[in-house]
Each structure stands twice: as structure tokens, then as C-alpha cells.
T-cell receptor, first 115, second 113 residues
Framework: AQKITQTQPGMFVQEKEAVTLDCTYD???????LFWYKQPSSGEMIFLIY??????QNATEGRYSLNFQKARKSANLVISASQLGDSAMYFC????????????FGAGTRLAVHP | SQTIHQWPATLVQPVGSPLSLECTVE??????LYWYRQAAGRGLQLLFY??????ISSEVPQNLSASRPQDRQFILSSKKLLLSDSGFYLC????????????FGQGTRLTVV
């Protein structure tokens, strides 16, 4: 079955440093899309970045970039110059070509940014 | 602009009571609609999704059901709540293109006592 795996339950990083949050996925579909979301303690879900399986370049959005390694089926999120406000849960999500309407999520990684 | 409304924000219900959570979307038509449940400190479990009126896909067999009586309305229901139904319920909508992100409501924190 198609699934998303986030193996880091918790991570911490010093303010102003970069951090990588891991995400791997399991699919044999050639077409899929990958997302990253941030969930602060308030519970809201904030979209960060999207990567399509056919995109030639890694996606970037401000301090967020996605390290997409298709052969390894990984889509790691890199946050540069961490800020205290980056402390939150981070979720990797995906749809697969068998049903792009079906959006599934990983278990999440809790990131703590230390001053 | 598109907005999504989900209510109530907080709900405490006794075991065995019914449940109805409502989600409505404004500013778009024919959205894909989703219900997720999140246990404390855990990931989002997809419960139901819908690509159109009356079209519901169920991901988890349990005592919950979903309905889409109108294009931009998605309802999560239960006839008899269980303790295990406690959690944070999130409604989301998404456009028809594959590369579009999902937009989430503010969530309902349900406690079954």
C-alpha cells in the first residue's frame, strides 16, 4: 500500500542553523505529488511547499526547500536559518496517480528551535 | 477568495451520543473535500474524501460516516460515539488540479467522555 514515512518523531536545532526533516514514500506510481505542512501548537495546518514527481528542479519557497531524490523515494524538507517561530509539527503528505484526489499524511516530526 | 468554515471548535460528548460536524467552503466550486482525524501528537488519518456531491470514499471502517449534501458542504456524523472517537478533526478542501495544496479548517477538538 502507498504510504508516507517520517522516521524522526522529534528534532531540535539551534536558532539560525539549518535543519533537514526526512520523508520517504512508497509507491510504484510514476505520477505523484508531495507536500509539506507545518502545524503550530494552535492546530492550524499551514502549507509550505509542493514537489511534483515530474518536476525537474527541487522546489523552493523562501527558507524552505525540498531535497527531492526520486530514485530513493525521498522528499526531505530543508529549513534554512531556523527561527524560534519554526517550532512546530511538520507533516509530509502525498497523493499518488492511482487517485490524486486522495491526500495522505505521514506521522509528523516535532521540531524544536532553541535560542 | 476561498474560505473554509468548520464548527464547532470544541465539543464534549458522552459515549453513545450522536455526532455531527459540519464543514463549508466558500469562493470555489466542485472542490475535493476531506475529513481527517488527528490523535494527540500524532499524524493525520484520512477518514473520508469526496470529489463531488454524494460521492464519498471511506478510508477507515468505523462508526463514522460522511455526507456531501451540497457542493461545498461536508458533514461528518456518528450515530453512537465511542471513547476512541476522541481527537482533533480537520476538514480540508482542495482544487481539481494535482499540484494544488489542501486548505484546512480550524479543526474541532472532540472529547468523548
Amino acid at each position: 500500500a502507498q504510504k508516507i514515512t517520517q522516521t524522526q518523531p522529534g528534532m531540535f536545532v539551534q536558532e539560525k542553523e539549518a535543519v533537514t526533516l526526512d520523508c520517504t514514500y512508497d509507491t510504484s506510481d510514476p505520477s505523484y505529488g508531495l507536500f509539506w505542512y507545518k502545524q503550530p501548537s494552535s492546530g492550524e495546518m499551514i502549507f509550505l511547499i509542493y514537489q511534483g514527481s515530474y518536476d525537474q528542479q527541487n522546489a523552493t519557497e523562501g527558507r524552505y526547500s525540498l531535497n527531492f531524490q526520486k530514485a530513493r523515494k525521498s522528499a526531505n524538507l530543508v529549513i534554512s536559518a531556523s527561527q524560534l517561530g519554526d517550532s512546530a509539527m511538520y507533516f509530509c503528505a502525498a497523493f499518488f496517480s492511482g487517485g490524486y484526489n486522495k491526500l495522505i499524511f505521514g506521522a509528523g516530526t516535532r521540531l524544536a528551535v532553541h535560542p | 477568495s476561498q474560505t473554509i468554515h468548520q464548527w464547532p471548535a470544541t465539543l464534549v460528548q458522552p459515549v453513545g451520543s450522536p455526532l455531527s460536524l459540519e464543514c463549508t467552503v466558500e469562493g470555489t466550486s466542485n472542490p475535493n473535500l476531506y475529513w481527517y482525524r488527528q490523535a494527540a501528537g500524532r499524524g493525520l488519518q484520512l477518514l473520508f474524501y469526496s470529489v463531488g456531491i454524494g460521492q464519498i470514499s471511506s478510508e477507515v471502517p468505523q462508526n463514522l460516516s460522511a455526507s456531501r449534501p451540497q457542493d461545498r458542504q461536508f458533514i461528518l456524523s456518528s450515530k453512537k460515539l465511542l471513547l476512541s472517537d476522541s481527537g482533533f478533526y480537520l476538514c480540508a478542501w482542495r482544487g481539481g488540479q494535482p499540484n494544488t495544496e489542501a486548505f484546512f479548517g480550524q479543526g474541532t477538538r472532540l472529547t468523548v467522555v
